[in-house]
């Protein structure tokens, strides 16, 4: 089956600038995450959709990041206006139970 | 609040010797475990999982963990590195509070020297 889909692969942006990161997930799979990896960090998460509703949100930005799931498929995640601390690395996961799979991600540079 | 502590950042073994990667949790219950391999500029691919029963559990590319309850603790472990298995290693952990949270350890480097 194919895995996760991540688009773009990398993107460089400037301070202040928006950007915005596709997903989509393994077919089936209800469930979708966010995650944001920092260089020298491990993932964290930032939002977990259950079909197009949020499960938690606790540690998403929420006055610069933005996400959504449209009709429980596809998600995008979005982030006006991007800071110097956004560069990060991007991954998309979607799982069926507990298991959890990842795509390769978005890095994502901000100067 | 749970958390995940691997404390080696960067671990250099030769190839064909054995490797032993740490990882410790701190967690009210008994939780749902995992080890993930990321290669550079790649997604994070999952080696092994426990959840319950056996508490030594195989996984992929000849993978082992043992989880123990008693020392909060789930190492990882291979016999004989190979060369392709110089990666970043993160454990995590399923707290199952609600939803499939996923928390991470800050990932340890595996070097591989010929």
């Known amino acids: 089956e194919a895995g996760v889909a991540q688009s773009p692969r990398y993107k460089i942006i400037e301070k202040r600038q928006s950007v915005a990161f596709w997903c989509n997930p393994i077919?089936?799979?209800?469930?979708l995450y966010w995650y944001q990896q920092i260089l020298g960090q491990g993932p964290k998460l930032l939002i977990q959709f259950q079909n197009n509703g949020v499960v938690d949100d606790s540690q998403l930005p929420k006055d610069r990041f933005s996400a959504e799931r449209l009709k429980g498929v596809d998600s995008t995640l979005k982030i006006q206006p991007a800071k110097l601390e956004d560069s990060a690395v991007y991954l998309c996961a979607s799982s069926r139970d507990l298991e959890q799979y990842f795509g390769p991600g978005t890095r994502l540079t901000v100067t | 609040a749970q958390s995940v502590t691997q404390p080696d950042i960067h671990i250099t073994v030769s190839e064909g010797a054995s490797l032993e990667l740490r990882c410790n949790y701190s967690y009210g219950a008994t939780p749902y475990l995992f080890w993930y391999v990321q290669s550079p500029g790649q997604g994070l691919q999952l080696l092994l999982k426990y959840f319950s029963g056996d508490t030594l559990v195989q996984g992929i590319k000849g993978f082992e963990a043992e989880f123990k309850r008693s020392q909060s603790s789930f190492n990882l472990r291979k016999p004989s590195v190979h060369w392709s298995d110089a990666a970043e290693y993160f454990c995590?952990?399923?707290?199952?509070?609600?939803?499939?949270?996923?928390?991470f350890g800050a990932g340890t480097i595996l070097r591989v020297k010929s």
């Open positions: 077919s089936g799979h209800a469930t």
């Open positions: 995590a952990v399923g707290p199952m509070e609600y939803g499939n949270k996923l928390v």
